[in-house]
């Protein structure tokens, strides 16, 4: 498996979400146009010297940037206690791989299901192959690779769905008020012994949630979790789509998510799981 975001996907986002137009990198950097654009779209690789040069513009850590064009960098493989609990459901749009999650109580054998994966059929017949109960479904945004095929899940297994208030809108007539529930900082959904705390993640979308689980409150000696959509990756960052939600994704994943206990492992809505450790020490948009 490769990082969902290499060199140019980085550059890209830290970019955009500092409102720098191609030609002011050009310019700033000494490079032409075309070179930016290709480095942005995997076309040309950047030596060691643009690598600095473009960390030092677009306020990156260049030792970590550097590791990851180098592959010098990527996360540790997950604990196997750490997935005896949760099982990863992939999806695709188009050849784009989307990432959802069931977490099941092996003592009740009641589960949550964490984002759709865009794949309603791979969610269903799991919960069918390993006879567990969904009792939740949580969205940590309402983008269409998250959410596609909620409406069919529900018609199979009716249970409350949970999204920000800022995003109910995004779900139309999927979303049921007198069953479903949204979420903010603070609350806790208790699943057999499994319970999930909620975090507000806002900047990849407006009403962005997390989910995640306390060492103490987590059974079988497992590390604690979190799930956090597209909010952050292995060695990167969800998009931003402007300059003023940029600064808010980063105040959310440093001040938040990086906050978290080191062992937490993050399992993202692309890409490799990780560590909040390992993303305090690599990820290349904190110093």
């Known amino acids: 498996m490769n990082l969902e975001d290499e060199f140019g996907d980085i550059i890209l986002k830290a970019r955009a979400g500092l409102g720098l137009s191609v030609d002011q990198v050009s310019k700033a ?5 075309l070179e930016v654009t290709q480095l942005e779209a995997y076309a040309k690789n950047p030596s060691p010297q643009e690598c600095n040069l473009f960390a030092e513009l677009l306020h990156l850590t260049p030792s970590r940037l550097l590791k990851i064009v180098t592959r010098e960098y990527f996360p540790s493989p997950v604990p196997s206690a750490a997935v005896k609990n949760v099982l990863t459901l992939v ?32 969610m269903l017949e799991a919960l069918s192959h390993h006879g567990w109960n969904l009792k939740h479904i949580f969205l940590t945004h309402t ?31 999927v979303w049921d008020s007198g069953k479903d529930r949204v979420v903010k900082e603070g609350d806790q959904i208790v699943v057999g012994e499994i319970a999930f705390n909620v975090l507000e993640v806002p900047g990849h979308t407006a009403g962005g949630r997390g989910y995640f689980t306390s060492p103490s409150e987590f059974p079988f000696s497992a590390p604690p979790y979190g799930f956090f959509g597209d909010s952050i ?3 990167s960052l969800g998009r931003a789509y402007s300059p003023v939600s940029y600064p808010q994704l980063l105040f959310s994943v440093k001040e938040k998510v990086l906050n978290l206990p080191g062992e937490t492992v993050i399992f993202p809505g692309h890409g490799p799981a990780t560590t909040v450790v390992e993303e305090r020490e690599h990820n290349p948009f904190f110093k």
């Not at 950097?29 to 146009?33: D, E």
């Not at 069931?102 to 865009?118: E, K, P």
């Open 143 to 173: 983008h269409q690779d998250h959410i596609g095929g909620l409406e069919k899940i529900l018609r199979n297994i009716k249970v409350p769905v949970y999204v920000s208030q800022e995003e109910v809108g995004q779900l139309g007539h």
């Open 29 to 33: 950097t000494g490079m032409t146009k």
């Open 233 to 235: 990756f292995a060695g």
């Open 91 to 122: 999806g695709h749009i188009g050849t784009y791989e989307v990432k959802g999650y069931l977490v099941v109580d092996l003592g009740s054998r009641d589960a949550v299901m964490i984002d759709t994966a865009n794949n309603p059929e791979g």
